[in-house]
């Protein structure tokens, strides 16, 4: 993860939201016209926090295409283009590979039996975490590994929940957040046995996963409102950091498994 970035790419969403992949149906449908508007305040903070954003146009055949996170990992001048772990997805990495082509970044990308979806991805600035879930296998985690050679990788087995980031995010390059369900304490047992995680940051557990996802933004952490349990504990961090938090709601993404990261690239 970049956490001084200058750049977001976002994508607008499609009318056709509501038919986007959903881990469970939601008790209340996803009401389209409060998602465009919460992704519309997304773009708005994005931009008042000083980045340039740069948005890609929705594609009503990709109903996904809004989470634009999972289409490509971007790493300084250098990004892989995913090849997306859910078939019905196949496609939204087209118009970011163009995109990230025009910005003058060095792509490479990621070739079938390999898949990557950029959810299970985390850049901690120490290592390159990739989740091996439904949709992201352990021959995409390698190849994007030799993408990004300089990083060591650690791949670690996602069970429980869609994404890796479903469940944790980076708060700054010491600090991770974990939520707190059997999903994310299972994550943070393995990589701890796997790469010591304990002893490269500190580790903050969040009673709520959503909220365990944040995007860092320099002096910026933009958190999910509606958790009221999470929220003083990211408060006091963010004190603690010298960290200005903004909150914003998302909760008809959430519908649909999104999560904070998910909507943007940041470059
Ligand atoms: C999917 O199932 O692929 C989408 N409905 C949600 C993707 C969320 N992506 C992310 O958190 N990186």
């Not at 993860?1 to 607008?12: C, K, T």
């Not at 990495?93 to 490479?108: A, C, F, G, N, Y």
């Not at 993408?147 to 650690?154: A, E, K, T």
Request: some cysteine; glycine content about 6%.
């Amino acid at each position: 993860m970049n956490f001084s970035p200058q750049v977001a790419l976002v994508r607008n969403l499609p009318n056709s939201f509501a038919n986007c992949l959903k881990q469970e149906t939601p008790s209340e449908a996803i009401d389209v016209l409060r998602a465009k508007a919460q992704h519309q305040q997304y773009s708005e903070l994005l931009k008042r926090l000083g980045l340039r954003v740069i948005e890609v146009a929705a594609d009503e055949a990709l109903p996904d295409c809004c989470f634009i996170e999972d289409t490509a990992v971007v790493i300084g001048n250098k990004a892989a283009i995913n090849f997306l772990g859910a078939a019905e997805r196949r496609g939204e990495e087209k118009q970011v590979h163009q995109k990230l082509r025009e910005l003058k970044i060095e792509t490479h990308s990621i070739e079938a039996p390999g898949t990557v979806d950029g959810g299970d991805v985390l850049v901690t600035g120490q290592h390159l975490i990739v989740g091996l879930s439904a949709r992201t296998n352990e021959q995409g985690a390698r190849q994007l590994g030799s993408i990004f050679s300089d990083i060591p990788l650690v791949m670690v087995p996602v069970k429980g929940s869609l994404h890796l980031k479903s469940v944790l995010s980076a708060f700054d390059r010491h600090t991770l957040l974990f939520g707190q369900s059997a999903a994310a304490r299972q994550i943070f047992m393995e990589l701890d046995k796997i790469c010591n995680l304990s002893r490269h940051y500190e580790i903050i557990f969040l009673p709520d996963d959503v909220a365990a996802n944040v995007l860092s933004i320099g002096v910026n952490i933009v958190i999910q409102e509606g958790f009221p349990e999470s929220e003083p504990i990211l408060q006091e961090l963010a004190l603690k950091r010298n960290k200005k938090l903004h909150k914003i709601t998302m909760s008809e993404l959430i519908k649909a498994d999104g999560a904070l990261t998910c909507c943007s690239i940041l470059i």
